[in-house]
């Protein structure tokens, strides 16, 4: 295996370990947090934070921009590049941070006073909640290019400890307010800012010590500025198209069929985003090497680093999707005291979209680092877009709910296709052996893997024996499958001696001649 492999599978592991914990905690701390704000309170946090919330699509472009050059100039090997890309970053993040407060104190203020239906006498706990976010936002701005350096060395077990720490932080001053006898909303909201000043200062120390570039100068670079905000703005376009998208499909789902199948989609969303969680951990871990190994006109290795990622993202997202796929009303009925409607069918259709998207997450990796992100940002809003006038249609015609599922898929398994042929005309990336090697192999591997383990499942009535029968038939099918049909001869051959060194450490057999 070679070092950036090595590093590769390192990183992949400490963002597993810190995706598993902190998904645990964050379970368990909206419980205590429940419990200790009540139900009031806990909603008006929720509203202010849907607020705030709603301008991290701007600071997201602008974070996403930050981490692009910083990570493209480590791949050049040019420190003074490097540090002024930094100081640039510190810059735009700065004025976004400036404009944010702007634009909530005018918008959030007037949304809590005129449209928020608050509970009576709780307007002044929620302006000074919203105060606390805001404050909380802008250091979150402020450390992201901090945050960004870390993430393009590739230290992701530090990453992974920030991000462990934050969370368990966040647990603690959920204990604190239980104990509190004053409003506890207020002294929550103020808790979460010293917990931002605690991570920012982290990632900020962290950084200034461990990276040469990690120093401001005072110097301005308008045409690297002026760059990044078209970069950044492109790729806002894009992404303010998926969230309108997204809560579009919320407001026709409500509109045409009531809250009740609403809740039926959070419950969707609330599974798949956990196991989203995992394949984007894995997607980091290839990020910073696509993007340096392009930045070094390197564009054979990061070819063949882009089809690995979406092959292992699409092995890695059958291992779940297959047993959770055929066990959804198990899973539901462990899981929840009171099902929704076709809850079992949203999750299972969910989990499909998921595959699609995850499939192209390394190919638009690969977009953002060639930089040329105009085309693709107008493609993909103006076909993605499409999902929200077709469910539109198909429920004016009495069509049913969960067809927006079936929608949603086939638009966005077509895109996958587009992002291959902007590749195309960007870098000269062969598509076709792309669609050889990766897409049909991977399309293979998903039909067949289901085939053992759905077939057990007829013939075991639901029970947590059977739940285990097929989460562990589901593994060992999907694993042997992806093997012999979706690996490369390579990457079975690095397989392979993986497993010789795990066999020899751990069951030490000696053979007598």
Known sequence: MTPDNRRIAKNTIALYIRTFITLCINVYTSRV???????????????????VAFSTILSGSMSSACSRYITYALGENNLTRQ????????????????????????????????????????????QWVLQCS?????????????????????KMSVYAYLGILEVCLKLGICFLVIG????????????LIAVSITMALFNILYSRIKFPEARYSSKWNWRLLKEMASFSGWTLFSNTTWVLTNQGASMLINHFFGVIYNATLGIANMVTGSAQAFVNNFTMSFTPQITKTYAAGENQKC??????????????????????????????????????????LFIRLSLFVNLAISLGQPYLTLILATGKVK??????????????????????CGGPVWLYYV???????????????????????PWMNTIKNVYLPCIATMALAFIVPLFISFFIPESWFRLLVVVSLSFISTSVIAYWITLTSYEKEVCRQKLSALCLRYIPIRLSN
């Open 134 to 154: 805001i404050i909380s936002t802008m250091l979150s701005l402020l450390a992201s290019p901090s945050q960004a350096c870390i993430i393009a060395h590739e």
């Open 303 to 344: 070819f063949t680093l882009v089809n690995r990622a979406a092959r292992f993202t699409w092995i890695l997202v059958l291992l779940f999707m297959v047993p959770l796929t055929i066990e959804a009303p198990m899973v539901l009925k462990i899981w929840l005291v009171e099902v929704p409607p076709m809850a079992a």
């Open 407 to 429: 929608v949603f898929m086939t638009i966005y398994y077509l895109l996958n296709f587009l992002r291959l042929s902007i590749l195309r005309q960007n870098c000269d990336f």
């Open 33 to 51: 947090l429940l419990e200790a704000l009540g139900i009031d309170n806990y909603g008006i946090f929720n509203v202010v934070g849907s607020v």
């Open 180 to 191: 509190y006898g004053g409003d506890r909303l207020i002294f929550y909201a103020t808790l």
């Open 375 to 396: 085309k693709y940002s107008i493609a993909v809003s103006i076909y993605g877009s499409l999902v929200f006038p077709i469910t539109w249609i198909i429920y004016w």
């Open 83 to 126: 540090i002024t890309v930094f100081t640039t970053s510190v810059n735009a993040m700065a004025f976004i941070a400036v404009l944010m407060v702007i634009v909530l104190e005018i918008g959030g203020i007037w949304f809590l006073n005129s449209a928020a239906n608050l509970p009576p006498g709780r307007l002044q706990a929620a």
